[in-house]
């Protein structure tokens, strides 16, 4: 082979191991989207309830309130977050509830000051306006039933953090307040859309989430919510979710993580892809 094809060729081989290398990396940054955002929400440390401290990311799975009822039925796991696709785990029936209590609606923070901890509001059994809470958005179940919230079709609801926005208290701990959204003509709150919350259920005693951790303790319900509906930018380090049942006995709560060291690597990468390829073109 004459010396400047040779020399064309490790140009050409060069060029493809940078493309594969940085390709890699991209698959990597895509998968590593996939995030447990799951958040220790409101453990006491010497509570001798289910497990606790628990297990996992986010010390939830295996966890259920402190002086509350713990087994897997009852036990909201973990959340995780890919790009715009939201995932409940949890070994608690999402759709069907667990007598005598049915799953609370979702309520979604965008702006960093939802009250959520534990003491916000101690009330059992009545109502409490958003002034308290601070919540942005609630994705509100529409088909109860008894516990049940039939197939997860819920309404979307925009806030305005106003005390005319109610939401139901908990029937037995009080500190995952609140449950649900109480919607009415009286409220502040508009109604952008609708949705499915889609559930799986995977028989397997530990299952391995997205992100590569694990939950543990027997069958395990698998809900996905699709967040399309969120403005740009309003899925950041701010972001939080939270979800109780009736009763309050465990609490999921989740935050986006700051996913700026993610761009900036594959920031890099691909600078480092542009400067080896002028390098190689001026080798050629």
Not at 53 to 74: L, V, Y
Not at 209 to 219: H, I, N, R
Request: with cysteine.
């Amino acid at each position: 082979m004459p010396w400047h094809a040779s020399r064309f060729s490790r140009g050409m081989l060069s060029h493809k191991s940078i493309y594969t290398t940085v390709f890699a990396l991209s698959l990597a940054l895509v998968s590593a989207n996939a995030r447990n955002i799951t958040i220790n929400d409101m453990q006491l440390p010497n509570s001798s309830t289910f497990g606790a401290p628990g297990i996992g990311q986010g010390g939830e799975d295996q966890e259920t309130e402190p002086r509350t009822i713990g087994n897997q039925a009852w036990d909201l796991e973990a959340f995780t977050l890919n790009g715009n696709q939201l995932r409940i785990y949890s070994g608690y029936n999402l759709l069907a509830g667990e007598h005598p209590y049915g799953l609370g609606d979702l309520f979604i923070d965008v702006s960093g000051d939802a009250n959520w901890q534990p003491g916000t509001d101690n009330g059992l059994f009545g109502n409490t306006g958003n002034d308290v809470f601070k919540f942005d958005y609630v994705l509100h179940f529409t088909q109860r039933s008894g516990i049940s919230i039939g197939t997860g079709l819920y309404d979307i609801y925009k806030l305005s953090g106003t005390a005319s926005e109610q939401f139901k208290q908990t029937e037995y701990k009080s500190g995952s307040n609140p449950y649900h959204f109480l919607p009415g003509h009286q409220s502040t709150a508009q109604l952008i859309g609708s949705g499915q919350m889609l559930v799986n259920y995977d028989a397997n005693d530990t299952i391995v989430l997205e992100d590569g951790t694990k939950v543990t303790g027997g069958g395990h319900y698998i809900g996905g919510i699709d967040l399309s509906f969120l403005a740009p930018g309003e899925i950041n380090s701010s972001t939080l979710f939270k979800i109780t049942h009736a009763c309050g006995n465990d609490s999921l709560v989740g935050r986006v993580p700051d996913a700026g060291s993610a761009m900036t690597l594959l920031s890099g990468a691909m600078a480092g892809m542009s400067f080896f390829t002028r390098m190689a073109r001026r080798k050629s």
